[in-house]
């Protein structure tokens, strides 16, 4: 009696079991798929991202002979250096990083203090009139600086600060320059998820405000200070518009505008190559652009270089800078 | 300090919140508020330069005027700039919001894959994407290689199919826009505690329900944020034609009046769309404070 019954239910736990079996197989299966379809969508993306600099690397190696060869497509035959020694000349390279190295690190570095002790202000402290200072700050992120420029120029020259580094350090120094506001803000943000504990502990052993400031605050402001300096550092490397404003000699310009007068040129090249056909220069066109690549590559090295070692901290500092505001 | 002037401990507090932020306002006198006025005064008045610099004669709002009658170009670059911005503000939000939930997930490659899609921020902002664009490094391949425009006609009819493919080709100038967005939508997401998702599942939410009734909320605060961040970079953005034609005016033919007039219209035009948005997201961001 027992016998039969006791197989069957043997039968019966050994189906079940196979269900369970099966189930765990398509679930994992269906994860299998879920995570080929997330790598696919997650790589072409990136792709996408990285696309332009794959281009520009592979067109600036390229000789005039592997541009000319329909067979080449992204791999030249002979790496060759060539397009980056013109470009160095053409962009006047040492120059140009020495000038944008001035503007870009000496901005950056007083933003990140000026911010940082205005950012500090707003957050730890309550004044009278302190919502419409805040709502300035808001406010000059806003103004396009197309309203301001005929005055800022004016008084700039006035100043006799025109063709000098001053306009971008300046600024800088009192919490403005480029996007100063939105560097602020930032700093607001990460005061405010400290505890106040630390400071109260500084006061009530007797160290004044600005000292527990510098000492106790500003080193805790690490994730804050990296995100701020970098971006200070690669928008002001990039920026053409400032620097086109109060740099009108050739000898104070930065890369960003010796690559933009290169590339000026080389169009203008183009065009005249192209309306002389008949003198055979045709083949100097990917010949020049090729050039141009190398010059933007030579532009962008150095931030890129930059962002290859800063890259890992500057990910995880975003998530605790509290740079998502509020 | 404070003791030495007499200060109370309010008035003592009060004295050092208003040194720390005192740079700032300097800064702020001498780069926003005077250059603000300045531009007004300019804008209102006829300039000649002269040589004890420049003088002035009102004018009234002869400038702005000029600038809807008598400019061929304004009004039609103020529109192209504005329908630009509310195509692609959208599109930038959304990619970005879609791109931060992906590069959200814990997986192995996580850091790298971060690394390359801020890579837009490093690289893509001013005069080197100018250039980009240009050598046509930006625009990906596949649309002008496989004549996809050929092949997609026989089965779209060409008026919905243009538009729809200019719109893809627009797509990676959004995405290369969108570095710093994805990256505050990152930082927003890390904030949501992960127990709320828990507590949806252990109810049965599914994935796609529990995004609706807890990520899109929770991360309502930062959609502003980068709306805001998208509106405003978009037209400050350096390619921008109406950015260009001040400055042509300004300083090739040295007409600063007329500049600033446009200028001080064109700050009118942000100011009206940034009030929008704030109306638009008044109601949602009120909503998460309550609750928060």
Avoid at chain 1, 71 to 77: A, H, L, V
Wanted: glycine letters at 6%; charged letters at 15%.
């Amino acid at each position: 009696m027992s016998s039969p019954s006791m197989t069957e239910k043997y039968a019966g736990l050994q189906g079940k079991a196979e269900e369970v079996w099966k189930v765990t197989w398509i679930k994992r299966g269906r994860g299998i798929i879920g995570t080929i379809f997330y790598y696919l969508v997650i790589l072409s993306l990136a792709f996408v991202f990285i696309y332009p600099l794959l281009y520009m690397v592979s067109k600036s190696l390229m000789r005039p002979e592997d541009v000319a060869d329909a067979t080449i497509q992204w791999i030249p035959k002979e790496f060759s250096l060539r397009n980056y020694s013109i470009a160095l000349k053409e962009i006047n390279f040492w120059p140009g990083l020495l000038n944008s190295s001035i503007i870009s690190f000496g901005s950056a570095f007083l933003q990140v203090i000026s911010c940082s002790i205005v950012g500090y202000g707003f957050a730890r402290y309550r004044f009278p009139g302190q919502a419409l200072f805040l709502a300035m700050v808001v406010f000059t992120f806003l103004v396009p600086p197309q309203t301001i420029v005929v005055p800022l120029f004016t008084f700039f020259l006035d100043l006799g600060w025109v063709n000098t580094h001053l306009p971008f350090v300046v600024p800088a120094l009192l919490g403005h320059g480029l996007k100063g506001s939105l560097f602020v803000l930032i700093f607001i943000q990460f005061y405010r998820t400290l505890p106040n504990v630390l400071e109260e502990a500084a006061r009530i052993d007797g160290a004044g405000a600005f000292r527990t400031y510098w000492m106790i605050m500003f080193p805790l402001a690490k994730p804050a200070m990296l995100v701020v300096f970098l971006f200070s550092v690669v928008w002001h490397w990039n920026d053409l518009f400032e620097p086109n404003m109060y740099l009108l000699v050739p000898e104070y310009f930065n890369l960003a505008q010796n690559m933009a007068f290169f590339n000026g040129n080389a169009n203008l090249e183009l065009q005249q190559a192209a309306s002389s056909v008949s003198t055979g220069t045709l083949g100097m066109a990917p010949t020049l652009q090729n050039q141009i690549m190398a010059g933007v590559m030579l532009t962008i090295l150095p931030v890129l270089i930059l962002y290859m070692f800063t890259q890992r901290y500057f990910v995880e500092s975003v998530e605790r800078s509290g740079i998502a505001g509020e | 300090m404070g003791k030495k002037l007499g200060l109370s401990m309010r008035g003592r507090h009060i004295f050092e919140g208003y040194s720390f932020i005192s740079i700032w306002i300097i800064g702020f006198l001498l780069f926003m508020v005077i250059p603000l006025g300045k531009s007004l005064y300019f804008s209102l008045n006829n300039l000649e330069s002269s040589k004890e610099g420049l003088k002035a004669s009102y004018a009234g709002l002869t400038h702005y005027r000029a600038a809807f009658t008598t400019d061929v170009d304004f009004v039609p670059l103020l529109q192209s700039t504005v329908t630009t911005m509310l195509s692609q503000v959208p599109l930038i939000l959304i990619f970005a919001m879609f791109s931060a939930l992906l590069l959200n997930r814990h997986f192995p490659g996580r850091t790298l894959f971060r690394g390359i899609f801020f890579l837009p921020v490093i690289i893509a902002s001013g005069a080197i994407l100018r250039e980009l664009l240009e050598q046509g490094a930006a625009q990906l391949p596949i649309f002008y290689q496989y004549d996809l425009f050929s092949k997609l006609n026989a089965f779209i009819p060409e008026d919905i199919l243009e538009p729809l493919l200019e719109y893809a080709d627009s797509l990676t100038l959004v995405m290369w826009d969108s570095g710093v967005q994805i990256l505050i939508f990152i930082a927003g997401l890390q904030t949501i505690s992960p127990a709320l998702y828990e507590a949806a599942r252990c109810d049965g939410a599914t994935k796609w329900e529990s995004f609706w009734k807890i990520t899109f909320p929770m991360i309502m605060p930062m959609l502003f944020v980068n709306t805001l961040y998208s509106v405003v970079n978009s037209f400050t953005k350096t390619d921008n034609q109406i950015m260009n034609h001040i400055m042509n005016n300004v300083f090739k033919s040295n007409n600063y009046a007329y500049g600033s007039a446009m200028g001080w219209i064109y700050f009118i035009v942000i100011s009206v769309v940034l009030a929008i948005v704030f109306f638009i997201f008044r109601k949602s961001l009120s909503a998460t404070e309550g609750r928060g």
